[in-house]
């Protein structure tokens, strides 16, 4: 069965300086991942998505994230944050299988000026 | 702009009454998801629907329902209102391919219930 787990629920960091949103999923056959970020009062966008061809995937606004199978995880970073960065944070997995998205539960990403 | 295309944006209604939420996929997609995203429960998935037919159920009440008509768009009802259906409920769309289900979202419903 597939899950999601988002290891942080908060992450604040001053602008400037590098961001790290953590997700580890389980999957039993080949995931699709995918990052999506809402503002505040705002929809979902898309920041990025893995379908297993790069293992680095570079997204909007200057954030990337690295497939590890080795270790079941799809980190989201950045490497100098920004004020406009702040939102939640949303790691999803989905098998091709069965086409279902499984959510985690978000990480608040919060800059400090 | 995703492509998604929800009405109304906001809404306020009473306990006890009927509401329904449009949304119009992208152009091309033939599967809607609606969402329902409150502060204390987070994201949740409530159901989806693939040309015009149910694929998936998630926590949707039986309050609840859904369809997805033939022209694609879609229409989620939430009937006997209560305080606690406060929320802001989102509509997504995707065309479901081998290379990942990417699903593209609307700007959202926000449901007040008073």
């Known amino acids: 069965a597939q899950s999601v787990t988002q290891l942080d629920s908060h992450v604040s960091v001053s602008e400037g300086t590098p961001v790290l949103l953590r997700c580890n999923y389980s999957?039993?056959?080949?995931?699709?991942l995918f990052w999506y970020v809402q503002h505040p009062n705002k929809g979902l966008q898309l920041l990025l998505k893995?379908?297993?061809?790069a293992t680095l995937v570079k997204g909007i606004n200057g954030f990337e994230a690295e497939f590890k199978k080795s270790e079941t995880s799809f980190h989201l970073t950045k490497p100098s944050a920004h004020m406009s960065d702040a939102a939640e944070y949303f790691c999803v997995v989905s098998e091709d299988s069965n086409y279902q998205l499984i959510w985690g539960a978000g990480t608040k990403l919060i800059i400090k000026p | 702009d995703s492509g998604v295309t929800q009405t109304p944006k906001h809404l306020i209604t009473a306990t006890g009454q009927r509401v329904t939420l449009r949304c119009s996929p992208r152009s091309g997609d033939l599967s809607v998801y609606w969402y329902q995203q409150s502060l204390d429960q987070g994201l949740q998935f409530l159901i989806q629907?693939?040309?015009?037919?149910?694929?998936a159920k998630g926590n949707i009440l039986e309050r609840f329902s859904a369809q997805q008509f033939p022209d694609l768009h879609s229409e989620l009802n939430l009937s006997s209102l209560e305080l606690g259906d406060s929320a802001l409920y989102f509509c997504?769309?995707?065309?479901?391919?081998?290379?990942?289900?990417?699903?593209?979202f609307g700007e959202g419903s926000w449901l007040t219930v008073v």
């Open positions: 893995y379908t297993s061809a």
């Open positions: 999957s039993s056959y080949s995931p699709s």
């Open positions: 997504a769309s995707s065309v479901i391919t081998g290379a990942g289900n990417t699903i593209y």
């Open positions: 629907y693939y040309n015009g037919e149910e694929r």
